[in-house]
């Protein structure tokens, strides 16, 4: 069975932050890409008070099979107490870009 495409999003304070976890998950194979989105704006309640920060945003592209390696990672690699973590299957798309995802997060004897 081929393993399922997920596109898991999070949050990272800044740039710097986000890089650092992008190449992070994608040098470890937990992750064949990741989009870094400046410029979002969140507003949440944390701990009782109204927040509103600039954040950028990360689009991981992996696999089930990675899943849940990539979220501890990227747990353990983040500032935050909780980072964002939400995981969306993807229904399909382009068959030979999501052959690469698959590729680029494979064990290297799988390949």
Avoid at 66 to 83: F, G, I, N
Wanted: glycine residues 6%.
């Amino acid at each position: 069975m081929t393993d399922q495409v997920i596109l898991a999003l999070s949050t990272c304070p800044d740039e710097a932050t986000a890089k650092q976890i992008a190449e992070a998950l994608v040098t470890e194979r937990l992750a064949t890409c990741v989009n870094r989105v400046p410029g979002v704006r969140s507003t949440y309640v944390w701990k009782g008070s109204l927040q509103d920060d600039a954040e950028v945003l990360l689009l991981i592209k992996t696999t089930s099979a990675r899943l849940r390696e990539l979220e501890a990672r990227l747990t353990a690699l983040h500032p935050y107490e909780l980072p964002e973590f939400a995981v969306l299957p993807v229904g399909g798309g382009n068959e030979r870009y999501l052959e690469w995802v698959r590729l680029g997060v494979a064990d290297k004897d799988e390949k």
